[in-house]
Structures are given as C-alpha cells and as structure tokens.
C-alpha cells in the first residue's frame, strides 16, 4: 500500500494516533445509568448462565471496540489517499490515440462502424484504468487533444464527439516515456506508429469498390473536347460493380463491370454530349463496406473560343502563340487603331495601355503608361524570380523558377495581387476589379516566350478571364480555394461554412462533394473526391498479422479512500444498528 | 399514621372489606363459623364418648345412668370446640418497597382483608412481620373489633433488610405454637431459597397457604441501555447491557423461578396464589376462599 498524500511514517503516525484516541474515549464512555430493582437474583441467574456459556458474551465488548477503531482507521487512512496496486492499479497516465483516419467510416458485419468499435474499446479502456490514472484522448486528425485527468465521465463525452475525419491521417506526436500510449485503429491508413505504442485493432475484413481516379481532361485532338477519365479498384470479394456517370442536363453514361479481387477497371467517358456543369460518378457493388469511395465529383467547363484582340506593334512569339491556341479567335491591332469593341472577350496589350481601362479583362505586357495602371518607378535590372504563387489559377502548371529576365518596372503592388515577385519588384500582378494582368517585363525583355509553360500561361490567363476553369481537386478535410474573402457554395447552391486564412478561403469537406468559390464575377470550382487507393482498400491492414493489445482491468473504478469512506459508513451503520439492538457493546 | 397510611386504608377499602365478608358468607352458607371442632375432647357441648372415671375427674360429666345400670363411674366425654389459629407471614424486606403500587402496600392490603374475614370468624390471627429474622409481631386477636389494631400492626411495618425467610420462620416456629393456617404473603425473592422456609412451616405441620406478589416492573422490565443494576436489598450492582434477547432470557427466568415455586406448593399440597400488585386484591382474596384454606 503506498500512499498519495501523505509519508508512509505519516500515515502510520496518524493510524496510531487515531486508534489510540479512540481506545482512549472508549474508556472514558459514559457510566451506566444506576437503577434500583428489587432483587437481583434473577438478573444473577441470566447473566451467569449467559457469560460462562457464550463466547459472544466475552467477544462483545471487544468487537465493539474493533468496530469504532476500525471505522476511525478507515476515516483516517482515507486522508492520505492510499493504493493498493493490486486492487486499483498504479498511478499512471494512458494516452488513447483514435484514428480518425476515413477507413475507420468501414462498416462492420455487426452494422457498426470500425469507428463505432474504437469508441468502445477506448471507453473500455477508461474501465480498465484505475482510479487515480489519468486519461488523454488524441486523435489522427489533429482536431481533438485534450489534457491529462482521471474524469472518465469527461472523456467519454469528449469521445462521443469526435468521429472520423476525411483528413490525411497522422500519428500524433506522443511522450511514450510519461504515459503508456494506446492506439485503436483499424491499421490501415497508419502503418507505422513509435516502438511503445501500444496497438488495439478494430479491424475486419470488407468488401469495398471504390472510384480511386476521376478527372474530367481535354481532348487534345478535339479543340474544345473535354473526355472523363474513371478508374475504380476492387478491394474485396470478386463481384460486379455499376458505374453511372450523370450530368446537370440530365445526360448518363450507364455501365456494369465484373472485376475479380484488386483488378483495377480504368475507362475513359466521352463529355461531349454533357452540358456544363458538375458531373458526378458513382459506383455500385454488393456488400460495399466503404460508401465514401462510391462518389467522386468534376466540373466540366464552357465550351466556346475566347474573341481575343492583340493591341501590339508587332510581336511575333506573342501573336504565333495565340494563333496556336485553338481556343482563341484572335484580332490584331495597332495601338493606334485601338477602338474598344463589344465583340471582344479579351485585350491583350504589348506595352500599351488605353487612357481608360476596357470594359473587358486585358493582360498588358510591359508597363505602359496609362491613368488606371500603377505608375513604374523606375527599372531593374535581371530581376531573379523568387517567389511565385502556384495556387493562384493562372500560374496553374506554369514554372518560372528558371526564367530569366533583362530588366522590369518596379511598381508599387498596394490592391493589386502578386503573383510572382522578385526580391525587388513585382513581375507578375493581378488586379481584380477591373480584371486585368500584367507583367512588369516584357517579352523581349525576357526569355519567357520560349518557355514551355507560357502558352499555359497564356491559356490560363484567358481561362480566368472568361472561361471557367476545371475545378481544383482536393482531398476531404479541410479544403482550401485559392481565392481570398470568397462564399463557398455547395453543387446545390447552398452557401457552405467557410473562414479566411493567409489569402485563401478555407471550408470543411468531410464527404466528397463538388464545391465552388464565389467571389463577385469569378468563380472558383473545388472537386473533392476521396479517390485515394490508400483509403479505399479497407483490407490493407497491419492487424492481419499484427496482435491486438490487450489490458488488465481492474476491481476498483475509484479511489482507495471512496471505498474506505464506504465502508466506515457502512461499518457506522452496522455499529448503530447493532448497539441499539444491543448485539454489540 | 403518615397519609399514606390513611389512604392506605380509607373508606373504600372497608367498604370492599364488607363486601368481601358478605361475598364470603354467601359462599360459605351454612357451613360452621367461628367454632372449629377439634379432636382434643374438651367441654363443648357435642358428645364424644365414654371412659372410666378417675379421680380428678370433673364429676359433672359423670353417666349416671349407666352407673345404675353398669355399677360403674362412667364419665362422658364432649369434643373440644376452639378457634382456628391463623399466621400472616408478611414479607417486610426491602425488596417488597419495589413496584408501583409497591409490592409492600399490596400486602398489606390483603393481609388486611384477609385478617379482617378470619377475625369475622372469630378466629384467632396472627400478623408477623419478617425479612432476616422476626421484625414485629402482633399478639394473636379475635373479633371484627380487632381489625383496627391489626390495621395499625400493618401500617407500622416498614421495609428494610434482606430476605431470610427459612431463618425467620425457624425463630417463629420454635417458641410453641399451635398448629394453624400459616398464609405467606412474599415476593419470595430469597437468596436462600424459598423451599426450605416453607419446609420449616411444613415440619410443624401447618396449613400453609402462599401468595405471591410481583410488580408489573419484575415481570415485564422497562429497562434499555448500558445499566448498573442495584439490589435493594443488599446493594450489590452489576453493570449490564440490555438487550432484547437479555430482556427474553429474564422473564424467561421469571417465569421458570414462578413455576418452581408453584410446583414446590403443588408437590406439597400446599395453596398458591400469584399476583401482580395491579390485580384487583379482593378477586385475590376470593380466590383465598375458593381453595377453602380458611374453611376446615
């Protein structure tokens, strides 16, 4: 027995101190109450007949006085919080690491989840601890972390909060030296965990066929084609799975495939009789364990060339570029000859600049002089391309780490959007309202025309100008849309809980779903889709071969001194009961 | 007299003496009252028998007839008629205070009546007072008139000392006595034993008649809780728990030392009568006459 609040000197002084007062005030208990009778030879008869045949007789007085110690004892000792390891285990920390990781969403032959199991098995575990163990819940999601305490009641509601999450699943940093670590996982999106991490399986086979790729892509034959491509797995029994592609205009592509164990079936769709919108895939199999993996979502863009006018006084790697784009209908044009037109989509300016910005979005080359542009302040020379913003949607698939530059405007960037920047100016600014790009070099200043990515570069520009673009794929969780101060809105229109971080637009996707960022004119589409062969095979588990922990329970679910106290409230009852009844002394 | 005393033995109780005499005689009608026959021959006026005369005898009791017939002194014999002697032992030891009314007063009260019925028969009554020895004695009395003499006797005894009835009795019965009705009136709480006083009483061949008085406080103690009991008779204490099943095992034993005395009386012919000092005393004393130990 060790004790918490106190020495072991310390509780012994205080066990004897108690015992000895209450032997002492046993002692000096109240005399008897004197009262005359008229004969006392009966009386003498009872209790002399009683005394010499009972041993009870001669034992009362002393388990009364057991009684009253024991009881003072028990009230004393419960002060220093005693512990007895055998009966409520030792003091010690547990940390339950719950993997929230989407597999766990795998239903179970029971009709559970592999979630629903580790909720139970981590409350066993709060059963097994003793009373004075402390509990911490984390979790793979990084979402739940609470502190170190011994209040199950606490925890156990924390648990019936969390779920699994659709996020990329981590094993959380843990001090295995403090607290014993356990983990509950199904052992399929986590593998590896530290060497003193206990491991506690709710894993089961299932059948599972899932969408593990689904994009929708030009066709690079087809100008203005667009084709889907799916591939979906099959994780469990050999079985036939209905795939349906369905569009916003009502269009479906039905088809039905037999696939054996892990056969992959990959298809390409043909879009071109689908109207724009979302388009959604789906897939069908019996006893699928795992529906997260049955949806994935796309968007499939405008179909119609941008009406383009090139404002330049000749510009040969400009013009041949965009006569090469076979989504371009392209106009040339002086700078002096420069009228603005209704039938133009998009301006493009070669170090010009009208006095008034277009009504329509221009990408200007160059810093030309006009009102509505920032002023140049002066130039500088071989500007090195330092920094550069990927998710922004006209820097999508274009690299300019390695372009080199003559010589820039330097430009004051305040309201306007950097895209990419050197050390000294910005190279690349967008300005949203009015739409415009340029860039601060121009393109004989440079050697960027001769880089792969600037036809790219140039279509993404037109594309964010007038077209809507593929929509971003993404992983659920929490889901990020390049695009600051926007309303995310759901495929049915309906506005989506979203905050702002570090410029972009943040919202929570636990399913997949097809979402779209909406700021004013623009309008961002974000496709999230599991489409992850990691996730989807729900049978790729350690626990086929590795054990499940397991852990002794103990008797006791509190502290020492609740029992203690119990029991000299019981004893207390015992003692009353039987001294007024007289049985006891 | 002290007031209790006076209310002792007030009005209503001598009313209800009445009543007992009325009561007693319709009883006893017709049976002989007041003259006892006895085998002693004597001057009394029924015939006996004969014997031969001798000189000294009372020649006035000579058969002159049968002298002239028989030439021969005989002398008539006639029975001898004398009144009943009857002996109230009243138990004056300090265990008799005991009970509400005390056990004491009871006694009194129905050695009184009883007193009262035998003076009514001109017999000749006894009242003796006694704890470890013979406390006080009243000379034998005969006649109603007497009864206010025995009342005053009775007030006068006080309770005191331990009970020692064998001792008592002894002292009493060595002085000569005559054979008689010996009525024992006790708690017959004697450490010594009640069986070998009334063995004396037994020996000297008096009728004996025993009455038992008890408190409702003996028979059924009140007591709970941690206690030191207290004899009253000789102040030894003893501290003891009550318990219930303490309480049981007393009036068990109660009960057991009852039926003892009881049986001792049945086994020896002698008359019983228990009671507690809140039953009506003249229903006892009727029970007194309906065993007939007054009536020989």
Same mark, same amino acid.
């Given at each position: 027995m060790t004790f918490l609040a106190l020495t072991a000197a310390q509780a012994g002084l205080l066990a004897a101190t108690t015992v000895g007062i209450i032997i002492g005030l046993y002692l000096l208990k109240l005399r008897h109450r004197r009262v005359l009778i008229s004969s006392s030879i009966l009386w003498r008869r009872v209790l002399d007949e009683r005394q010499s045949h009972s041993l009870w007789e001669k034992l009362r007085r002393i388990i009364s006085i057991v009684i009253a110690a024991t009881i003072a004892l028990l009230i004393?000792?419960?002060?220093?919080?005693?512990?007895?390891?055998?009966?409520?285990?030792?003091?010690?920390?547990?940390?339950?690491?719950?993997?929230?990781?989407?597999?766990?969403?795998?239903? +179970?032959?029971?009709?559970?989840?592999?979630?629903?199991?580790?909720?139970?098995?981590?409350?066993?575990?709060?059963?097994?601890?003793?009373?004075?163990?402390?509990?911490?819940?984390?979790?793979?999601? #990084?979402?739940?972390?609470?502190?170190?305490?011994?209040?199950?009641?606490?925890?156990?509601?924390?648990?019936?909060?969390?779920?699994?999450?659709?996020a990329e699943p981590h094993f959380p940093r843990v001090d295995g030296r403090a607290a014993q670590v356990y983990f509950i996982s199904d052992g399929v999106a986590i593998h590896s965990t530290p060497s003193f991490v206990k491991r506690i399986s709710v894993f089961e086979p299932a059948n599972n066929v899932g969408i593990t790729a689904f994009e929708i892509r030009s066709v690079p034959s087809t100008p203005l084609g667009y084709e889907a491509y799916l591939e979906i797995q099959n994780f469990g029994q050999p079985t036939e799975a209905g795939l349906t592609l369905s569009g916003p205009g009502g269009q479906r592509i039905i088809k039905t495939v037999r696939l054996e164990t892990e056969q992959t079936y990959k298809d390409v769709f043909d879009l071109s009789q689908f109207a724009e919108g979302g388009i959604r895939a789906t897939v069908q199999a019996k006893d699928d364990a795992f529906p997260m993996d049955d949806v994935a979502f796309a968007y499939l863009p405008i179909k119609r060339k941008t009406r383009t006018l090139l404002v330049t006084k000749g510009n040969r790697y400009l013009e041949t570029a965009l006569k090469l784009d076979n989504y371009v209908e392209l106009s040339v044009t002086e700078p002096a000859s420069y009228r603005e037109s209704p039938n133009i989509d998009t301006y493009i300016f070669d170090k010009f600049a009208p006095n008034a910005p277009p009504a329509r979005p221009a990408l200007i080359f160059g810093t030309p002089s006009a009102p509505w542009l920032k002023p140049a302040a002066g130039e500088i020379q071989k500007p090195e391309i330092t920094t550069w913003s990927e998710d922004h949607p006209i820097m999508q698939y274009v690299s300019v780490h390695d372009v080199a530059i003559e010589r820039a405007?330097?430009?004051?960037?305040?309201?306007?959007?950097?895209?990419?920047? !050197?050390?000294?100016?910005?190279?690349? $600014?967008?300005?949203?309202?009015?739409?415009?790009?340029?860039?601060?070099?121009?393109?004989?200043?440079?050697?960027?025309?001769?880089?792969?990515?600037?036809?790219?570069?140039?279509?993404?520009?037109?594309?964010?100008?007038?077209?809507?673009?593929?929509?971003?794929?993404?992983?659920?969780?929490?889901?990020?849309?390049?695009?600051?101060?926007?309303?995310?809105?759901?495929?049915?229109?309906? +506005?989506?809980?979203?905050?702002?971080?570090?410029?972009?637009?943040?919202?929570?996707?636990?399913?997949?779903?097809?979402?779209?960022?909406?700021?004013?004119?623009?309008?961002?589409?974000?496709?999230?889709?599991?489409?992850?062969?990691?996730?989807?095979?729900?049978?790729?588990?350690?626990?086929?071969?590795?054990?499940?922990?397991?852990?002794?329970?103990?008797?006791?679910?509190?502290?020492?001194?609740? &029992?203690?106290?119990?029991?000299?409230?019981?004893?207390?009852?015992?003692?009353?009961?039987?001294?007024?009844?007289?049985?006891?002394? | 007299m002290s007031t209790a005393n006076v209310t002792l033995f007030d009005d209503e109780f001598l009313k209800k003496l009445e009543y007992l005499n009325i009561i007693s005689k319709r009883l006893f009608a017709g049976q002989l009252r007041a003259e006892r026959r006895t085998r002693k021959r004597g001057t009394g006026l029924e015939f006996a028998d004969y014997r031969a005369y001798v000189a000294g005898d009372d020649f006035r009791?000579?058969?002159?007839?049968?002298?002239?017939?028989?030439?021969?002194?005989?002398?008539?014999?006639? /029975? #001898?008629? #004398?009144?009943?002697?009857?002996?109230?032992?009243?138990?004056? !030891?300090?265990?008799?205070?005991?009970?509400?009314?005390?056990?004491?007063?009871?006694?009194?009260?129905?050695?009184?009546?009883?007193? &009262?019925?035998?003076?009514?028969?001109?017999?000749? $009554?006894?009242?003796? !007072?006694?704890?470890?020895?013979?406390?006080? #004695?009243?000379?034998?009395?005969?006649?109603?008139?007497?009864?206010?003499?025995?009342?005053?006797?009775?007030?006068?005894?006080?309770?005191?000392?331990?009970?020692?009835?064998?001792?008592?009795?002894?002292?009493?019965?060595?002085?000569?006595?005559?054979?008689?009705?010996?009525?024992?009136?006790?708690?017959?709480?004697?450490?010594?034993?009640?069986?070998?006083?009334?063995?004396?009483?037994?020996?000297?061949?008096?009728?004996?008649?025993?009455?038992?008085?008890? !408190?409702?406080?003996?028979?059924?103690?009140?007591?709970?809780?941690?206690?030191?009991? $207290?004899?009253?008779?000789?102040?030894?204490?003893? /501290?003891?728990?009550?318990?219930?099943? =303490?309480?049981?095992?007393?009036?068990?034993?109660?009960?057991?030392?009852?039926?003892?005395?009881?049986?001792?009386?049945?086994?020896?012919? =002698?008359?019983?009568?228990?009671?507690?000092?809140?039953?009506?005393?003249?229903?006892?004393?009727?029970?007194?006459?309906?065993?007939?130990?007054?009536?020989?």
């Open positions: 004393a000792l419960s002060l220093a919080r005693p512990e007895i390891e055998s009966l409520t285990g030792k003091n010690e920390r547990i940390v339950i690491v719950l993997d929230t990781s989407p597999t766990m969403n795998t239903n +179970t032959s029971d009709g559970k989840t592999r979630w629903q199991h580790a909720a139970e098995r981590a409350k066993s575990l709060l059963d097994s601890g003793g009373p004075t163990t402390e509990f911490r819940v984390l979790d793979t999601a #990084e979402v739940t972390a609470s502190a170190f305490t011994t209040d199950r009641n606490e925890v156990r509601k924390l648990i019936d909060t969390m779920s699994s999450k659709s405007a330097r430009i004051d960037a305040d309201n306007l959007t950097v895209v990419a920047a !050197s050390k000294q100016t910005p190279l690349i $600014v967008v300005s949203e309202k009015p739409k415009w790009v340029m860039l601060t070099f121009s393109l004989e200043a440079s050697d960027f025309a001769f880089h792969v990515g600037f036809p790219v570069f140039i279509e993404n520009v037109l594309a964010w100008f007038n077209r809507d673009q593929l929509a971003l794929k993404r992983s659920p969780g929490i889901v990020d849309v390049p695009l600051a101060n926007a309303q995310v809105q759901t495929i049915d229109g309906k +506005t989506d809980a979203s905050e702002q971080q570090l410029g972009k637009t943040i919202f929570l996707a636990n399913e997949p779903g097809l979402f779209a960022g909406v700021r004013g004119d623009t309008r961002v589409h974000v496709a999230v889709n599991l489409a992850n062969p990691t996730f989807s095979d729900v049978n790729r588990s350690i626990f086929k071969t590795d054990r499940t922990a397991a852990r002794q329970q103990f008797w006791l679910r509190r502290e020492l001194w609740f &029992y203690m106290l119990l029991a000299s409230a019981v004893l207390i009852s015992i003692e009353w009961f039987t001294y007024h009844r007289r049985i006891t002394l | 009791h000579l058969d002159w007839k049968a002298y002239l017939r028989l030439n021969r002194l005989i002398l008539k014999l006639f /029975e #001898e008629e #004398e009144d009943l002697p009857i002996y109230f032992f009243v138990d004056s !030891s300090q265990s008799m205070s005991y009970g509400n009314p005390s056990k004491l007063d009871y006694a009194r009260r129905v050695c009184a009546a009883l007193c &009262y019925i035998g003076l009514a028969n001109l017999d000749r $009554v006894n009242v003796i !007072s006694f704890a470890n020895g013979i406390k006080s #004695e009243m000379p034998p009395q005969r006649g109603k008139g007497r009864i206010f003499k025995i009342f005053r006797f009775l007030m006068e005894i006080t309770p005191g000392g331990e009970t020692h009835a064998r001792a008592s009795f002894k002292t009493y019965c060595t002085e000569t006595r005559r054979r008689g009705l010996a009525v024992v009136i006790s708690d017959m709480f004697d450490g010594n034993g009640f069986e070998s006083a009334l063995d004396i009483l037994r020996h000297v061949r008096h009728d004996i008649f025993v009455i038992h008085i008890a !408190s409702h406080e003996e028979i059924d103690p009140m007591l709970r809780g941690e206690l030191q009991l $207290v004899d009253s008779e000789n102040n030894v204490s003893r /501290e003891i728990t009550i318990t219930p099943s =303490l309480l049981a095992a007393y009036r068990a034993e109660f009960n057991k030392y009852c039926e003892a005395i009881e049986s001792y009386c049945g086994k020896y012919q =002698l008359g019983y009568a228990r009671t507690v000092t809140d039953f009506p005393f003249e229903e006892l004393v009727l029970k007194v006459f309906r065993q007939g130990r007054f009536l020989k």
